[in-house]
């Protein structure tokens, strides 16, 4: 897969498959799977590091998942989030960051918002990086937006989101997510623009979905949103899994003869 490919879908009414991934040896399986794009999510602070929202993720931390992401995934085309105002600075540190992304592995980096970004986001493509969108809920505002909620509910803030999605196209931008947006206007969007849509909470009238890992395999505890699919009770085996080995240990059932060297 690699960038000319991902726009042809679209083209071809092919839905693009995204999924977060943070580490090497889940990458490793991934690599193996049907998945279109790893993306290296800012959500690995919350996710992985159990921090509250995504502003503690920095480039350090960015880096060093995407370093293992590549290692393990590398027929994947792989996008990095540029984390919280890392690219809000002066051009130069921006840059940097992307640099730092894009010698760790990536093919593209991901940002969010439109406003007060455009240059910056002109200055990457011009660069010869590719640039991913994000809009609707863009968990980097969380403070600004009061929370994790639903965005492009009236009809001023639907009008701004479809002005925002236009101008990422015309900025360069080769793919845009949409974030908790109400599906019919995640569906004009996608009629209206020519790059893929990839939507999460944003109903299936999109180019594709993408979901974050943990949460599709059922390892994110009790987090489960209404537009969440969990396709595996991920934390339910583990328990089950390691309560064996546990019990195995103790009744001395582990290891067996089979299992113990001469
Ligand atoms: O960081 C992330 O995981 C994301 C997806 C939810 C789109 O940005």
Do not use: W
Not at 117 to 122: A, P, S, V
Not at 181 to 189: C, G, K, N, T
Request: charged share 20%.
């Amino acid at each position: 897969m690699n960038i000319l490919e991902l726009s042809a879908r679209k083209q071809a009414g092919e839905k693009l498959v995204v999924l977060t991934c943070y580490d090497y040896s889940s990458a490793a399986i991934l690599n193996r799977t049907d998945v279109d794009i790893l993306l290296v999510g800012d959500s690995v602070a919350m996710v992985v590091h159990g921090e509250e929202s995504t502003l503690p993720a920095d480039i350090e931390m960015m880096v060093l998942h995407t370093r293992m992401v590549a290692r393990g995934a590398p027929d994947k085309f792989i996008v990095s989030d540029l984390p919280f105002m890392s690219y809000r600075g002066d051009r130069q540190t921006s840059i940097d960051a992307v640099a730092e992304l894009m010698r760790a592995g990536s093919h593209a980096v991901k940002l969010e918002g439109i406003a007060g970004n455009k240059k910056i986001i002109r200055r990457i493509v011009q660069s010869g990086v590719p640039v991913m969108a994000h809009l609707g809920l863009t968990p980097q505002s969380v403070n600004a937006l009061g929370g994790f909620k639903v965005q492009g509910r009236d009809e001023a803030a639907r009008k701004q989101l479809l002005k925002e999605s236009l101008q990422a196209e015309q900025l360069g931008c080769f793919a845009l997510v949409l974030e908790c947006v109400p599906s019919d206007l995640a569906a004009e969007i996608s009629q209206r623009l020519k790059i893929p849509i990839i939507g999460i909470g944003a109903g299936a009238a999109v180019d594709g979905q993408v979901l974050v890992f943990h949460d599709l395999l059922g390892l994110a505890g009790d987090f489960k949103p209404k537009f969440l699919r969990r396709y595996l009770n991920g934390g339910e085996l583990i328990t089950n899994a390691v309560n064996a080995y546990a019990s195995d240990t103790r009744s001395g059932a582990f290891p067996s003869r089979q299992e113990a060297y001469d």
